[in-house]
């Protein structure tokens, strides 16, 4: 299909008091809402964060980005429900990052959950009964992290567990991320990949990642994966130091085929905790929006714009893992809310309910609001 062709009606959403579509008009979404509900503020605004949106596919499911499940699909079904409760104050994990190994060939600068040196891992049997959880509560993301998830053997068994529920995805630094893998993960049915790139210069990748051929690892697991038919994101950390770069990161996913690129401003946590001057400023987010609004495909998924729009997403639509067990309200707090070999999950993200920055529209803990002591 060619960008100035438009494509067939793709059904969002069906009920008698909201019916939501969409469709593809030179290149971008065109949303469609009637019923009731369609006057109702708030999914008004959620349709126009959709509205002239770039897809990063669509086909015969409108894949939106690699973050959202592609419609029409089970997976979408349960994501639309979980907004129209939010709509009326029940908080639904729709994202659910598990770190499921520690081990990791790097050693990032940046890193927000560097190895503590025990070699914590979840043993499959830890990670499917966590998956299984995390589905009953009406997760319709779980995204594999690590340390560097390739390395984990099991990883197809998991990504299998997930089943039709919802999508998975998982981050790689490239290491381990082989062409088998990645036919492997496929079959089992990952819907994407993030592929973690710093700059675009392969040097100064490669100083930011602690390993010298990180770069080249990277772009190889990039081209494996879009040879096995998977999603592929370009996922950036953007801070002071590579803001220079964004044009180029935008030409790197165009030029290697990237069907989306995400910008995650950096978070002074893990390696960098303490750290100032990293993150950006006011000028530095109006460079970002004014670049995103100007840019053509591939899409590019802000997550400072997304903040801004939504407000923190920690312990609201979010909830993170660690390799020993820990429940974090994302992957960037680091403030344990119980532990998934003492009590239901259910029942901490029920206690995370308590977690005090909703509405934050900036991340709390670049904002320096976070209380590490909070009892819930």
């Known amino acids: 299909m060619s960008s100035s062709q438009s494509c067939s009606s793709y059904p969002l959403y069906s009920h008698f008091l909201l019916?939501?579509?969409?469709?593809?008009?030179?290149?971008k979404v065109k949303m469609y809402l009637k019923g009731p509900l369609s006057r109702i503020p708030n999914v008004r605004s959620a349709a126009r964060l959709m509205e002239g949106q770039i897809p990063c596919l669509a086909g015969e499911k409108l894949c939106l980005s690699t973050w959202v499940p592609p419609a029409p699909s089970p997976a979408f079904d349960r994501f639309v429900q979980s907004q129209v409760k939010a709509l009326v104050g029940i908080r639904t994990p729709d994202q659910v990052t598990i770190s499921i190994t520690e081990e990791c060939p790097n050693?990032?600068?940046?890193?927000?959950?560097?190895?503590?040196?025990?070699?914590?891992?979840?043993?499959?049997d830890v990670a499917k009964d966590v998956i299984r959880q995390v589905l009953g509560l009406g997760a319709t993301l779980v995204t594999f992290d690590g340390g560097e998830p390739s390395l984990y053997r099991e990883l197809p068994e998991l990504v299998s567990s997930v089943g039709e529920m919802a999508i998975s995805n998982m981050f790689t630094s490239g290491a381990g991320f082989t062409p088998d893998l990645a036919r492997s993960l496929k079959k089992a049915g990952l819907y994407a990949v993030n592929v973690s790139i710093d700059s675009p210069v392969p040097e100064e990748h490669d100083a930011m990642r602690g390993r010298f051929g990180a770069f080249k690892d990277a772009m190889k697991a990039l081209e494996n994966a879009l040879a096995a038919g998977l999603l592929v994101n370009i996922y950036v950390v953007i801070r002071k130091g590579n803001m220079k770069h964004i044009s180029a990161f935008h030409d790197l996913a165009r030029r290697s085929g990237a069907h989306e690129l995400t910008f995650f401003e950096v978070v002074p946590t893990g390696r960098y905790a303490g750290k100032t001057g990293i993150t950006l400023s006011d000028v530095d987010y109006a460079e970002l929006s004014h670049f995103i609004s100007m840019a053509d495909s591939p899409r590019i998924f802000s997550v400072p714009r997304a903040l801004s729009s939504f407000g923190c997403f920690a312990g609201r639509t979010?909830?993170?893992?660690?390799?020993?067990?820990?429940?974090?309200?994302?992957?960037?707090l680091p403030k344990s809310f119980g532990s998934i070999f003492e009590e239901p999950i259910s029942k901490i993200w029920r206690r995370m309910g308590g977690l005090p920055y909703k509405g934050r529209r900036k991340c709390p803990v670049r904002e320096g609001e976070v209380s590490f002591d909070y009892q819930g």
Request: glycine share 8%.
């Open 19 to 27: 019916k939501a579509s969409a469709s593809i008009l030179d290149g």
């Open 107 to 124: 050693r990032c600068i940046h890193c927000a959950l560097p190895d503590s040196g025990h070699k914590y891992r979840l043993e499959p």
């Open 318 to 332: 979010w909830l993170h893992i660690t390799p020993d067990g820990q429940v974090y309200p994302c992957a960037c």
